[in-house]
């Protein structure tokens, strides 16, 4: 408990270090923000976008992207104030520190050349993702362990480049490095999101979008699964699932990811997709997607991996959505998703019972394990969110709700049924509009044939084999954003059956996360 004391002590006095210069700072600049009626145009900027389209690629790092604040109209025969510059326009260093503190990005609109590039059709932008998480009770040993994420990315505008309507070009490039807590707990999904896929720097996406009309859109290229089937919603511009350290929650449920093909972020795949939507908007979506399979992917020296070697076939998703609300999160009807998929996986993989070293079973038992060769996996996913209320006061204020249930082929899947729940409250206390409460669980239940054959094992005088049940997590966190820019996420997680089994005394993590957009 030495070494984890003064791990703790370290990161406490930092995050009280950081609180007490911020808050400061932060809460003269909150008082002294465009007035009420009053948009520049940096936000207007962000608030067209602030609400995507369904069936949008959503990138996982949406869950630290700027949030536009958009205020109440000025009453009549009020004459506006001035508004205040959010952004370096003339200079590459801000004008004051306030300036600093309300600029979209940490580096700005270098003196005018982010804009300039950005009208021409060339955005460039970055981020920095760091996840810190420490168990002081439960769990197979106490540990603290600290994994970060680096990227930038470059997207073209090809019809702002050459005037043709030839859609996007994008490209993202990602630097992992670090360690994760879930293998000293043990845990079967790691509680940190950003921990995984090989710690080295990788390509992430490398494809081409096209909207071909209202009724059509597709990419093309290196591509991840995570981005477009069985992703978050987006509400005021922020990932509903990404505000949780838990992997299991951010980014998609992660049991998809653990029964079948399906491509997580940050790992890129040769893939494609085709989004129809029939009413000519985004109230109805039909989407079908095909990915290359590769095991390999994760593999640090497969970072830059453009070519189908050692791909085992081929992931076939498909997905409907529904949806329903208002232009944006900031007025009319609330909004309203709902997204019923499934998938196709054709390559050939060893069944269920292959699976059981993940419960720690001894290595002269997994011979008598009945493993057999199964072609063809399969399964599905139900997801359902909504803004639940919107602030009457102050619409940069609501709450959000969203489930989802993942369900996988049972011949195969570790975790055939699996449960994501989580609400977010956004809007705290006085002056903190974009501040975040958000309470989330994952509820994961493993194969039944697994816990048969454990059972008749210890029927059998087998030692050392403990039985596997499932393994179920919550997670409450606070969100804040002292800048536009910056996300410093405290919380703690609690997790019943770690590993799970009933081997070890459920852990407590306690959990600090920081994003920062360049």
Sequence with gaps: MGKLGQDWTKTLWTACAMTALLSGFTNAAYAQTTPAGVVDGHQKAAARTSTATMGTPQIRTKSISPVP?????????????????????????????????????????????????????????????????????????????????FGINVDFNLKKLTGLNLGMFHTLITARQGLGIGATLPALDSPQQIFGSGETVRLTRLSWEMPWNRYVSTEVGEINTENDFEQSSIYWGMSQYCQFESNAICGMPQSIAMNSGYGWYPTAHPGAWVKFYPAGNDHYLVQFGAYSIDPTISNTHNGWKLNLHDAIGTYIPFQLGWHQGGKDDYSGPLQTNVKIGGYWDTSEVSDVYSKLSMFSVPAEYLLSAPTQKVRGRFGGWFQFDRMLERDAADPNRGTTLFTSFTWGDPRTSVAPYFITWGVTRKGTFRNRPNDTISLGMKMLWVNPKLTIWARQMQASGAQGINKPSGEHAIELNYGWRPTPWLVIRPGAQYIWSTGGTNRYKNPLLLDFETGITF
């Design 69 to 149: 604040q958009l205020v109440k109209p000025t009453p009549k025969g009020v004459e506006p104030a001035a508004t205040t510059s959010d952004t370096t326009e003339n200079r590459f260093f801000p004008a004051s520190f306030h300036d600093w503190l309300t600029q979209s990005t940490m580096t700005g609109d270098w003196g005018g050349w982010r804009t300039w590039l950005t009208d021409k059709g060339i955005n460039i932008g970055g981020h920095y993702l760091e996840d810190s998480a420490g168990n002081p009770m439960g769990g197979k040993t106490k540990a603290v362990r600290y994994a970060d994420e």
